[in-house]
């Protein structure tokens, strides 16, 4: 590096995975290269460090992010060196961490070396449990020990946030809610179809669609049987639903294993992971997220709605923030397959309604869940820990 560029104040970002890992670290990668472009303006340079790189990360393109192979996880010994060498001879000033601990000793050798600001973005889903006695004392202590904390954490819903003051004893100043944003998906023209012309199906047949991570918690098998039984009393002479789900992961096998043991099995489709999925999931007619978790923020609600579609949720963690029952979408108790089935054959029985419900969510997300928003936000974040006054109006 040249010695005007070594000058200049510097952002590292780090990824927990290669590049091109799936949808959730995509969209994420997709907050870093955007984040850049808005601090070049700034004349700060934004590393994006991958343990690994396969391929050219594809939401870097066209950035001002700089991607490197670099495994700055700080899972290891290994990986702390590797960082504290890259902080020295870049000479970075601010640490941007995505779904890191909120303490952690090694962040201060990372100070030693150089790092002025630890930044943690908490995408996290699940509960934890509220520390008592001893315990809550002891954590409230590390919350407040210098050098080992993060200086800032940013919390994708207002779920993460109350979880991160109220179970990690986190100062409230020093966390802030700053919802994720998606931008309007274009609406189609009447009759256009694009998940049923790739995929070979009926335009007339109503479809149900999820788009997310093959894991337990986020509930596929559920809404394999929700729809199971849902079909299991579908009028004849109607046009059958069909199922499509979109994803891949540890549980993939296993929802493969479950939809051959049901009769609904022919009107069942797994896909594996696509990269066109946003684009098919806006053929839909309904989407589904049936977490059995608290998940943070998921974008398989906020996308969909994006689209105009209405979504049946699970009434956990940050999906309420995003659903409001009835208006632009239906939540539904986790892990319940009746009331799932209910309201997914009340939507597909009743157009007027998913119609209505799905330009309710696009307005909300038009109104709330917006790009822009999120990235003034994380950039005035970022421009803080630099140690840099907020351009004019917002960063």
């Given at each position: 590096m040249?010695p005007?560029e070594?000058?200049?104040?510097?952002?590292?970002?780090?990824?927990?995975?290669?590049?091109?890992?799936g949808?959730?670290?995509?969209f994420?990668?997709?907050?870093y290269?955007?984040?850049?472009d808005?601090?070049?303006?700034?004349?700060?340079?934004?590393?994006?460090a991958y343990p690994?790189?396969?391929?050219p990360p594809?939401?870097?393109?066209?950035s001002s992010a700089?991607?490197?192979?670099l495994?700055?996880?700080?899972?290891?010994t290994?990986?702390v060196?590797?960082?504290?060498?890259?902080?020295?001879?870049?000479g970075?000033?601010?640490?941007?961490?995505?779904d890191a601990?909120?303490r952690?000793?090694?962040?201060?050798a990372?100070r030693?070396?150089?790092v002025?600001?630890?930044?943690?973005?908490?995408?996290?889903s699940?509960?934890r449990?509220?520390?008592e006695?001893?315990?809550r004392?002891v954590?409230w202590?590390?919350?407040?020990?210098?050098?080992i904390?993060a200086?800032?954490?940013?919390a994708?819903?207002e779920?993460?946030?109350?979880?991160?003051?109220?179970v990690?004893?986190?100062?409230?100043?020093?966390?802030?809610?700053?919802?994720n944003?998606?931008p309007?998906?274009?609406?189609?023209?009447?009759g256009d179809r694009?998940?049923h012309?790739?995929?070979?199906?009926d335009?007339?047949?109503?479809?149900?669609?999820?788009?997310?991570?093959?894991?337990?918690?986020?509930?596929?098998?559920?809404l394999?049987?929700?729809?199971?039984?849902?079909?299991?009393g579908?009028?004849?002479?109607?046009p059958?639903?069909?199922?499509?789900?979109?994803?891949d992961?540890?549980?993939f096998?296993?929802?493969?294993?479950?939809?051959?043991?049901?009769?609904?099995a022919p009107?069942?489709?797994?896909t594996?992971?696509r990269?066109?999925?946003?684009?098919?999931v806006?053929?839909?007619?309904?989407?589904?997220m049936?977490?059995?978790?608290?998940d943070?923020?998921p974008?398989?609600v906020?996308?969909?709605?994006?689209?105009g579609?209405?979504?049946v949720?699970?009434?956990?963690?940050g999906i309420?923030?995003m659903?409001?029952?009835?208006?632009?979408?239906?939540l539904?108790?986790?892990?319940?397959?009746?009331a799932?089935?209910?309201?997914?054959?009340r939507?597909l029985d009743?157009?007027?309604?998913?119609q209505?419900?799905?330009?309710?969510?696009?307005?909300?997300v038009?109104?709330?869940?917006?790009?822009?928003?999120?990235?003034?936000?994380?950039t005035?974040?970022a421009?803080?820990?630099?140690?840099?006054a907020?351009?004019?109006g917002?960063?």
């Amino acid at each position: 590096m040249t010695p005007p560029e070594r000058s200049r104040p510097t952002v590292l970002c780090v990824c927990n995975y290669p590049s091109n890992t799936g949808y959730a670290w995509d969209f994420i990668e997709g907050l870093y290269a955007q984040l850049a472009d808005r601090l070049a303006v700034r004349g700060v340079i934004t590393y994006v460090a991958y343990p690994r790189i396969d391929d050219p990360p594809r939401p870097l393109a066209g950035s001002s992010a700089r991607p490197v192979t670099l495994d700055a996880t700080l899972w290891t010994t290994a990986s702390v060196r590797a960082t504290m060498a890259f902080v020295r001879a870049h000479g970075v000033r601010c640490l941007y961490l995505t779904d890191a601990p909120v303490r952690d000793p090694r962040y201060a050798a990372l100070r030693l070396a150089g790092v002025r600001h630890v930044l943690v973005h908490d995408h996290t889903s699940g509960a934890r449990s509220r520390p008592e006695g001893l315990r809550r004392l002891v954590k409230w202590a590390l919350a407040r020990v210098p050098l080992i904390g993060a200086d800032h954490v940013v919390a994708v819903s207002e779920f993460v946030r109350r979880r991160q003051i109220d179970v990690g004893l986190v100062p409230p100043d020093r966390v802030t809610r700053v919802w994720n944003g998606v931008p309007l998906g274009a609406t189609l023209p009447a009759g256009d179809r694009p998940l049923h012309h790739a995929l070979g199906l009926d335009p007339n047949r109503p479809a149900v669609v999820t788009a997310c991570r093959a894991a337990p918690e986020k509930g596929v098998i559920v809404l394999l049987r929700a729809f199971d039984r849902m079909l299991a009393g579908w009028p004849a002479g109607t046009p059958r639903p069909v199922m499509v789900y979109m994803g891949d992961g540890p549980q993939f096998a296993e929802i493969g294993r479950v939809r051959e043991s049901l009769a609904a099995a022919p009107d069942i489709i797994l896909t594996g992971y696509r990269a066109d999925a946003g684009r098919l999931v806006a053929g839909a007619d309904v989407c589904a997220m049936p977490s059995l978790w608290e998940d943070a923020l998921p974008l398989a609600v906020m996308q969909p709605m994006a689209l105009g579609l209405p979504v049946v949720g699970s009434r956990v963690g940050g999906i309420p923030e995003m659903i409001e029952d009835g208006r632009t979408g239906v939540l539904v108790p986790p892990n319940d397959v009746d009331a799932l089935a209910q309201a997914l054959e009340r939507l597909l029985d009743d157009p007027a309604a998913r119609q209505a419900m799905g330009a309710a969510a696009r307005r909300r997300v038009a109104e709330v869940f917006t790009p822009e928003q999120q990235i003034a936000a994380l950039t005035e974040r970022a421009l803080a820990g630099l140690g840099l006054a907020p351009s004019a109006g917002r960063a």
